[in-house]
């Protein structure tokens, strides 16, 4: 493994460079075959840096790095205060340089400004969050009889790898090391090989705050290979996994093998139910925002809308008159409303599923095709998408297409629109219009998703658990629950009699 000259000196490190190494056991590191990988900016198509590409063999470094750290104990027995402040530090490093992580993560990932600064401040405030929650996570005292008493204490689970999808780079990264950290693990991060900058730079601002080193390994690498070693390790105890159901599945199972902890936050279609009562224009804006908001790669997007056939017109005229309002353009612009898509090969499903509604009978309200923005040739960019006359037989009802595409369907009442929004394999976000808290109650009870959102556009804070039902997976993230998660539970049984005890009875 070549060490960097300047490591492992992180502090005022430039974001913004032409390149990235992996960060394994507290230093920056080349790759051992010194492969690479480009990073690029998906708004333009232009090369942004070269990033260290880990192999098989950093992984096991990165592995080994992680398990020296935890069986060292040093971070895991700080005093809770102390990891508490640390990742307070890190938050802090964060705010300090917000804008350029902003900046960096608009660049590599082609969203919208605005929905970056949203992500990016989440980030900061999970770290603050769980420096919080840590302090008041502890074990319990249980009712025994007699002469018996139990406590349980919660310990750190170990080595964890940590693997995260491209739509939100440096959010999702903040959303694993910090719980997982602030009860004691160590962790190997797999950031998406399309967007590895801001997770690289996030470890280094971990070990600038005072992580220890081989606590927190980034390693950007192929899924496939460094992912899929890190899932199969004996000595990996958990596997955190945020991405696609197959790739989901296909974890769940080869971590079967070692009984590995497992946590998977995986794909949506999640459903939006605007009934005939709610606040229209209300519900408009924020189902304009659940789709379209960083450019529909999100696994909670809301892409199939339901709206009560009494209103079906009027909503529809002014859903499609708002959606090709929608500015594409300079993600740096503040005036931007969406963003690039990631690749090109993301375009291409997208154009490929509005295409199969094409063919399938479906109407195009609004975009249907990729769309040209000028000073933007390079980049990857697709329409704002409304599909009418669907019916759910269609892929393109039935499937993630991960883009700005929603389907628009019309609902006669409560029970029909309960049964067509669990009519899914998934079961991660779903969203209510309507004026009636009864009725919110009512039908957000009979729904199977993880998350209902109430004339409310907006799916994750800290704090609120996020995480699905059916196979959008299972364990939640982001709340005082994922702690318990990062930990396994130790039982304490003791007596306090005053006679020996002798089961047997033997004398
Ligand atoms: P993906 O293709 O499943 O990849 C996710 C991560 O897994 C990447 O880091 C990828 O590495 C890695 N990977 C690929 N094959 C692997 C293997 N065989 N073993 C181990 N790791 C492997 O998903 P994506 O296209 O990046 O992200 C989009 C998906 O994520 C959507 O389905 C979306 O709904 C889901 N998502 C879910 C949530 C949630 O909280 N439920 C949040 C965000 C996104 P490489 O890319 O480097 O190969």
Not at 83 to 102: G, P, T, Y
Request: a negative charge.
């Amino acid at each position: 493994m070549v060490k960097v000259q300047e490591a492992p000196i992180f502090e005022k490190v430039e974001m913004k460079r032409d390149y990235y190494h992996l960060v394994i056991n507290g230093e920056r590191v080349e790759s051992s075959n010194g492969a690479t990988i480009d990073a690029y900016n998906p708004a333009t198509g232009e090369i942004l840096a070269k990033v260290a590409k880990a192999t098989q063999e950093d992984a096991e470094r990165a592995v080994q790095a992680a398990l020296a750290a935890f069986e060292n104990g040093k971070w895991k027995r700080f005093p809770i205060n102390k990891r508490s402040r640390i990742l307070n530090k890190i938050a802090a490093i964060m705010r300090s340089r917000f804008n350029e992580l902003v900046e960096l993560e608009v660049l590599n990932s082609g969203k919208s400004i605005s929905a970056a600064q949203g992500q990016v401040m989440q980030a900061v405030e999970v770290f603050e969050f769980y420096a919080g929650a840590i302090v008041g996570h502890s074990g319990s005292v249980n009712n025994m009889a007699g002469q018996f008493h139990n406590y349980t204490e919660k310990e750190p689970v170990g080595v964890c790898a940590q693997i995260i999808p491209w739509n939100y780079p440096l959010m999702m990264a903040a959303w694993k090391i910090a719980p997982a950290i602030a009860v004691g693990c160590s962790v190997i991060v797999k950031p998406a090989s399309l967007t590895p900058l801001t997770a690289i730079v996030l470890g280094e601002i971990c070990i600038e705050a005072g992580v220890p080193a081989g606590v927190v390994n980034i390693i950007p690498g192929s899924g496939s290979e460094v992912g899929n070693y890190l899932v199969e390790h004996p000595n990996v105890n958990k596997v955190a996994f945020t991405g696609s159901t197959p790739i989901g599945r296909d974890i769940m199972g080869k971590a079967s093998q070692t009984l590995k902890r497992v946590t998977l936050e995986l794909g949506g279609k999640s459903p939006n139910i605007v009934f005939e009562d709610a606040d229209i224009e209300a519900a408009v804006d924020g189902s304009l925002f659940g789709i379209f908001y960083n450019t529909g790669q999100s696994c909670e997007a809301r892409s199939r809308l339901y709206v009560h056939e009494d209103i079906y017109d009027e909503f529809v005229t002014r859903f499609v008159e708002k959606t090709k309002k929608l500015k594409l353009g300079n993600p740096l612009d503040k005036e931007t409303h969406v963003g690039s898509v990631i690749d090109q090969g993301q375009l291409d499903v997208i154009d490929s599923y509005v295409q199969s509604a094409i063919a399938d009978g479906a109407e195009i309200l609004a975009g249907g095709k990729p769309a040209v923005v000028e000073g933007f040739e390079g980049g990857y960019w697709y329409e704002p998408t409304v599909i009418g006359n669907v019916n759910h037989d269609m892929k393109v009802v039935k499937e993630e297409i991960f883009g700005p595409v929603v389907v628009i369907m019309k609902f006669k009442d409560e029970k029909e629109a309960i049964k067509l929004a669990n009519d899914t394999e998934f079961g991660l976000g779903s969203a209510l219009w309507t004026k009636d808290g009864a009725r919110a109650t009512r039908v957000g009870n009979q729904i199977q998703a993880g998350i209902v959102m109430v004339n409310c556009p907006f799916s994750a804070f800290p704090g609120t658990p996020f995480g699905g039902y059916k196979q959008s997976g299972f364990g939640r993230e982001l709340c005082i629950e994922t702690l318990d998660l990062y930990t396994e539970t130790k039982s304490f049984i003791s007596y306090y009699g005053s006679r020996p005890l002798n089961p047997f009875g033997i004398q």
